[in-house]
């Protein structure tokens, strides 16, 4: 079963890269399930987008998008629901 985990980020450059390992480490206690991360910069002011990136290259079940100016949490939760693929979403902080 693929579980889509959807993160709207707001200057988290130093925290989405652990969010996602942290993430995937705790999911190996659950082999029945597949992840897929949807990564939303809410037009953050440092380098977030980066860090997602990296995470896209790294992982190829992780979607970065990039929102042209801060909607807010929930209109970046709306948007990424337009890009899963899972039987299940799950929201996420992203301060974890």
Sequence with gaps: MLISIVVPCYNSEHTIEELVTLTLKELENYPEYQAEFVLVNDCSKDSTMAAIRR?????????????????????????????TEGDLIVGMDDDM
């Design 55 to 83: 995470l896209c290259e790294q992982y190829p079940f992780v979607k970065g998008i990039n929102l042209s100016k801060n909607f807010g949490q929930h209109n970046a939760l709306m948007a990424a629901f337009h890009y």
